[in-house]
């Protein structure tokens, strides 16, 4: 019997094509996602990474540099030099497509538009310590200490004093020490205190030892004194003013105001007098103004925070001292004195206890409004403290 071959149509072909299994040219889908009841642990995790959606250029990567796109995703712990892994979505713009994915490293991108040239941590600080470059961890070289040399030669000679200059690097031969030679000018340094300090009489500037606000302050020229061991008494006057500290660019970076969440009106363009709950904090050794964007910390720019100043004669909001001796204490109005623009707060010192009703205290302070500043409060806070000064409040009236 002679075989009748079989003739497939082009329906038939067209049947097996389709159920041939996926297409392998589309990216494959974590089982794990499509698990309906894993779906809330997704998103979550989506939600927890940081700088997606972020306007970005890349400055390296050979072919992609000058390309711009948007942040996708960010993989951690990666073989990248910097430990993380960002996928981005590039903008091409040609007839086939008009957006390709990439996988690029951490320090081959930017961020674009009003932070133009802004690494992505310095644009946001992620909570979470796996979305840190890995050189934010590098252990700092340890200099070794220098060892004086077993015989003592000759020393370098002191140039002419006519050429002496208070900006010129000379070498003491009483100290192994340089120096930077006393000026009536400059700022001298206390071999006491091992601290810099401030010539009040010749200069508006202050001085620090290192400036722990995130604007820079100028510091001029300082003055070394190698000869550690003599004494206070020998040195002029002029270079021993008293001492005073450095007040903060601006109220928040004031240590005493750490982590106090307060109310504010942001100016800057992005935010257009927006209102925003900030606080300053620590970050990277340097005290910054921040406040919350989606789990993580966003710096502001501290000429751009106002702080929002309470009425004195009505707030019935808890405050804190945000000028004076009692910067960062906490206090809640009484009653007031005067009226208009001149009106006194008078305050309660209060301890603040969290989850329960705060603790009121004897101590009274009378503030103008301008040193005071609007704590923020949930409303189990509001709830809890919403008769704290009841009894307080209505002696007060009763005297009026």
């Known amino acids: 019997m002679a ?19 996926p297409d392998p040219s589309q990216p494959k889908e974590s089982t794990r996602d499509q698990d309906p009841k894993h779906q809330p642990d997704r998103w979550l995790r989506l939600m927890r990474v940081p700088w997606k959606g972020t306007p970005m250029l890349v400055i390296r990567n050979g072919q992609h540099k000058g390309k711009t796109g948007r942040v996708r995703d960010v993989h951690i712990s990666r073989l990248t ?11 091409t713009h040609t007839s086939s497509h008009s957006f390709v994915q990439q996988q690029l490293d951490y320090d081959h991108v930017v961020v674009v538009g009003p932070h133009s040239w ?19 961890f590098s252990k700092p070289n340890k200099n070794k200490t220098l060892q004086s040399p077993d015989t003592v030669g000759s020393r370098t000679p002191m140039p002419a004093s006519d050429k002496i200059s208070s900006s010129t690097l000379a070498w003491d031969p009483l100290s192994s020490m340089p120096g930077w030679y006393p000026s009536t000018s400059t700022v001298a340094w206390d071999p006491l205190s091992a601290m810099p300090v401030y010539n009040a009489s010749l200069s508006s500037r202050w001085v620090t030892s290192t400036s722990t606000s995130c604007d820079e302050i100028s510091t001029g020229a300082s003055f070394w004194n190698a000869t550690s061991s003599s004494s206070v008494d020998s040195l002029p006057a002029s270079i021993l003013p008293p001492r005073t500290p450095a007040p903060p660019t601006h109220i928040l970076l004031d240590p005493r105001l750490e982590n106090v969440k307060v109310q504010a009106k942001v100016t800057s363009v992005d935010y257009k007098d927006k209102q925003l709950v900030v606080w300053g904090m620590v970050l990277a050794g340097r005290r910054r103004i921040v406040h919350a964007v989606r789990g993580a910390v966003k710096y502001l720019t501290g000429a751009t925070v106002v702080l929002e100043v309470p009425n004195a004669p009505h707030t019935d909001s808890h405050l804190v001292v945000i000028n004076g ?28 206890n969290e989850g329960s009703m705060d603790t009121v205290t004897d101590r009274e302070l009378k503030l103008p409004a301008t040193d005071l500043a609007l704590i923020k409060e949930t409303d189990e806070e509001k709830k809890a403290n919403r008769n704290v000064l009841s009894v307080e409040q209505n002696a007060a009236r009763k005297r009026c």
């Open 325 to 352: 001796e009692h910067t960062g204490t906490f206090v809640c109005r009484v009653t007031h004195e005067g009226t208009g623009a001149n009106s006194i707060a008078v305050c309660r010192v209060v301890v603040l």
């Open 3 to 21: 075989e009748v071959p079989y003739l497939w149509t082009s329906s038939t072909s067209a049947t097996v094509t389709n159920n041939s299994g």
């Open 81 to 91: 030099p910097s430990g993380l892994e960002v996928d981005v979505e590039l903008n």
């Open 118 to 136: 802004m690494k992505l941590f310095e644009f946001e600080c992620p909570l979470k310590k796996e979305f840190h470059p890995r050189n934010h």
